[in-house]
């Protein structure tokens, strides 16, 4: 199609004004086709009124087909570029779902088994305490076993929390009140690590369906990790909010570098020191948040000027 004049032609009345704004007299139109099918259109301007000869449009067509054809080719290789990747990341993912699974089976076993003997350690050493002198190097010492059995003990009661999901039920819970459990859960860290949790619940959200211990885990891993993150001191902010029951939880801590981004979800992934660490928190907490069908994205930094972290979860009611 040649519009000789676009001042004039009827057809072209709706982006006359556009064309007249860059002094635009004629255009040429010309299909993109492949497989018999008009995919596009190539529109040639010209700030002369229409002089080329039907020899020009000729050929100015047949550029436009090998352009077209380049085009379907470049789609083409793209598309099946983006289903390799898609596949390569569906086996990720699945190798991941399956060491999962296979912890989530051994774990109660080992969990059990730990839990006992842990007990006592724990107990023993909170007796001992109250009869030491505060002062003498053995009361820093057992003070040091006591932190270090409760943090066991948190690992385990995750463990046996997540191995027992099978066992629970999914029932209609209200979100503000699992994170204020989750908060009181994790409550001696926060503490211990002098940090400030400024609370944002937006008031009566809607119920959502879910397993409680689960969410319940969800939360004090994600908290926990804040708190490893800030140790000395800083801010945790939670918010929750109605569109998706958006969870919000952003952190002033030192922030997750570019580098181990895509890994920080993988099971046993971990930068912190032996005994601190486990790598299973967030592939725990992310297998929790797809049984919910819900989805959970990280940020980090928080923007441009300020460091830390921002997880953010979409639980939306089903
Ligand atoms: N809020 C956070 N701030 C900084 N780094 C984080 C945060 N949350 C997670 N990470 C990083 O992700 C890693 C994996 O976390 P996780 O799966 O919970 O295992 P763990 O806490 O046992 O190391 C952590 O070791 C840490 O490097
Ligand atoms: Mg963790």
Known sequence: LIIKDIGTVPEWASLREHSIKYGYKSVILLPLISDNKCFGIMNLYSTEPYISTEKEVELLQELVNDISYRIFVLRAKTEEENLKKEKEKLQLQMFQMEKISALGQLSSGIAHELNNPLTTILGLTQYQLKKTDKSSDLYNDLKTIESLSLRSRDIIRTLLAYSRQTEMKFELLDINQIIEKSIELVGHQIELNNIKVIKMYTEKLPYISGVNQLLIQ?????????????????????????????????????????????????????????????????????????????????????????????????????
Do not use: W, Y
Not at 252 to 279: A, C, L, N, S
Not at 285 to 291: G, T
């Open 218 to 318: 969800v939360f004090v891993n994600l908290i926990s990790n804040a708190c490893d993150a800030m140790t000395d001191g800083g801010t945790l902010t939670i918010s929750t909010e109605r569109a998706d029951n958006k969870i919000k939880l952003t952190d002033t801590g030192k922030g997750i570098p570019k580098e181990i981004m895509d890994k920080i979800f993988r099971p046993f992934f971990t930068t912190k020191p032996v005994g601190k660490g486990t790598g299973l928190g967030l592939p725990i907490v992310k297998n929790i948040i797809e049984k919910h069908k819900g989805e959970i994205s990280v940020k980090s930094p928080v923007d441009d000027h300020i460091q830390g972290t921002v997880f953010t979860i979409l639980l939306p009611a089903v």
